[in-house]
């Protein structure tokens, strides 16, 4: 449905929530590794999916990664607060890093059934964007 744009939007509209814009869903049963999940946005999305009754994995690089930026004092402290069941760490671009995590995950919790790449997200906090920045083209 479209709205007339000759005619002003209360501002009422726009604050208040409205059924097809909020999604709820019960993720019971459901095993979710959220990579990048110690802070941030991946911490964020992985808090959500717990919520939702997801079993949540946090994963960082680290174990003090959180603590960098002032989020957590630690991954374990994280995933405290984000309501996660089992935490991992490694760089998700080693390939044997993250297989060791299935055999740990599965034995836990039971196999992956949702997966969120969060990881990455902080290369231009840490300075570390490239110069020129052409990475895609």
Do not use: C, Y
């Not at 726009?14 to 059924?19: I, R, Y």
């Not at 110690?38 to 174990?63: K, S, T, Y």
């Amino acid at each position: 449905r479209r709205r007339r744009m000759d005619r002003p939007v209360r501002a009422d509209a726009l604050s208040a929530p409205h059924e097809s814009t909020r999604m709820e869903k019960n993720l019971e049963g459901e095993v979710a590794l959220v990579t990048g999940s110690g802070r941030g946005l991946g911490f964020h999305m992985a808090q959500r999916l717990a919520r939702a009754g997801a079993r949540v994995v946090l994963h960082d690089v680290d174990e003090k990664a959180p603590a960098e930026f002032g989020e957590s004092e630690s991954l374990a402290d994280a995933a405290r607060k984000a309501g996660a069941a089992l935490t991992v760490t490694g760089n998700v671009a080693d390939e044997n890093a993250v297989a060791s995590w299935r055999p740990r995950i599965e034995a836990a919790l039971g196999p992956v059934t949702l997966l969120v790449n969060a990881a990455g997200g902080d290369i231009a906090a840490r300075g570390g964007k490239p110069q020129p920045n052409d990475g895609l083209g």
